[in-house]
């Protein structure tokens, strides 16, 4: 991965782009020491197979003050293709870009069976969570599929992958003749007196019931208790759901990858 001076990072706004497996999150920093980003955005993952259509979308998002090479970036991808397509486009605006995989500085330890097929953006969610928030966390990111990360003693000790709330109820649309889709929204009642509500149990429900499920055998098995962190795209929908407490952070992955970067220096 490419090392930076520290010099250049300190003084230079950092663009984090996250390609996700149905859009590509964007913020920018005002230098990677900040916190807070200047502005953030989020475009469908279709327009990053386009090169030019995805490079029109970065300049305008960028401005004109940072779009002749003043700037560094760090990327977390989890769609190859959407990878190959996209680092030429970002290596025309700036020289400056870090790649996040397995080889980073990462500052933790990837206990895990295979640690070069983690995905950055579990990556990018447990630095974050540990530097930020516990140093024992379980991380469930809401996206287009519900992942568990957990972290202890400086370590990525793996977790658990479920489907998302939107594959399940496309699935359960898909595969059945009389199912309806629903809207993703908290049901009153466990149980359900109409299929609509039935469905929205299953999912909803079930998904956080599985979720502290799994971390409850997990605590038993570590002799440890996680810190419950949640973020991505469906957080907002499941966090009410939680019969333990949880801590939203919608920006874990964008805060994961600026500390990923302060990390990759020489």
């Known amino acids: 991965p490419a090392m930076f001076h520290m010099s250049e990072m300190s003084t230079q706004p950092l663009l984090t782009v996250d390609i996700g497996n149905t ?7 005002p230098t990677p020491l900040e916190t807070s980003p200047r502005k953030t955005a989020k475009i469908a993952l279709t327009v990053g197979t386009d090169q030019e259509a995805f490079l029109r979308r970065l300049k305008t998002f960028l401005g004109f003050r940072v779009s002749g090479g003043t700037f560094a970036v760090i990327l977390s991808s989890v769609v190859p293709a959407a990878t190959n397509a996209l680092l030429p486009s970002l290596r025309r605006l700036t020289r400056q870009v870090l790649t996040v995989d397995s080889r980073c500085n990462l500052g933790i330890d990837l206990i895990v069976d295979h640690p070069k097929a983690v995905g950055s953006d579990r990556i990018a969610n447990v630095v974050a969570a540990e530097a930020l928030i516990s140093k024992t966390s379980a991380v469930i990111d809401c996206g287009s599929a519900t992942t568990i990360s957990l972290i202890h003693n400086h370590a990525f000790l793996g977790g658990a992958i479920l489907p998302g709330i939107r594959m399940m109820r ?79 952070r919608p920006d874990l992955t964008m805060q994961g990858l600026r500390l990923l970067f302060l990390r990759n220096r020489r």
Do not use: C, W, Y
Request: proline residues 6%.
């Open 170 to 248: 496309d699935a359960l649309r898909q595969n059945t003749a009389k199912l309806p889709a629903v809207p993703l929204d908290a049901p009153s009642a466990a149980v359900g007196s109409n299929t609509k509500a039935a469905i929205q149990s299953g999912i909803m429900i079930g998904t956080v019931a599985g979720v502290e499920g799994i971390i409850r055998r997990a605590e038993q098995e570590r002799r440890v208790r996680f810190t419950l962190v949640l973020t991505g795209g469906h957080a907002n929908h499941l966090q009410p759901l939680f019969t333990r407490p949880v801590i939203l």
């Open 23 to 29: 859009s590509i999150a964007l913020a920018l920093f």
